[in-house]
């Protein structure tokens, strides 16, 4: 690969599933099938020469089925104050263009899928906090998405619980909460208080730095 990218930052990611999310340990997913959000704010990023530093991006998935079955579709959201060659550099690794194969879930996703929908770009407000487990995604008429810790039942207290995966293609390490999102892009999504998980991101070509 003569491409090298890497990018460091806040991920938050809401899917359909029961809060853990069994997709993640090799179980079949709550209502068998697969739709979700994902959201990355990046402090740090480059794909060669084009720096990538302060943007955001969006990405909007959804399958028929179980992931490894395939057949499912895909949409980016990007920040429109990317300038056309960071445009270019973040949907090209978010395909998981120049990354080594299986590395990244970037690349895992975009081999799942059948179709893929034209990026939108357009203003993101985007703000994550990985210890508090929260999450505020904004993009004008198109996403409204929320995530918040787990509320214990008894207590009301928020409960800190987390996903660690050693040999994650995403993160090793991911706090669980919460996730509420109502989507109107190519791709739409209705979450209410389903599985989300937030995590630093930091990745490059060779897939996850540990």
Not at 6 to 33: D, I
Not at 68 to 81: K, L, S, V
Not at 158 to 167: D, F, K, M, T, Y
């Amino acid at each position: 690969m003569k491409d090298r990218w890497m990018l460091r930052g806040s991920n938050y990611a809401n899917c359909n599933c029961a809060r853990g999310c069994p997709c993640q340990f090799g179980s079949p997913s709550t209502h068998g099938h697969c739709e979700a959000i994902g959201a990355i704010d990046i402090e740090e990023g480059y794909w060669n020469d084009v720096s990538l530093d302060g943007l955001c991006a969006v990405t909007l998935l959804r399958w028929p089925g179980e992931i490894a079955a395939g057949n499912g579709r895909q949409q980016f959201i990007i920040d429109e104050r990317a300038n056309e060659a960071q445009r270019e550099a973040l949907v090209k690794i978010m395909r998981g263009e120049s990354t080594a194969p299986g590395a990244t879930h970037f690349y895992v996703f975009t081999s799942t899928m059948s179709e893929e929908l034209d990026p939108i770009y357009a203003p993101i407000e985007c703000a994550i906090d990985v210890g508090k487990r929260s999450a505020r995604v904004r993009v004008p008429d198109l996403v409204d998405s929320e995530g918040a810790p787990i509320i214990d039942g008894f207590s009301g207290n928020p409960v800190r619980a987390g996903i660690g995966l050693p040999n994650g293609f995403e993160f090793t390490y991911a706090e669980v909460g919460s996730g509420t999102s109502r989507v109107r892009a190519g791709i739409e999504l209705d979450l209410a208080a389903s599985h989300a998980h937030f995590s630093v991101l930091h990745m490059n070509q060779e897939g996850v730095i540990r």
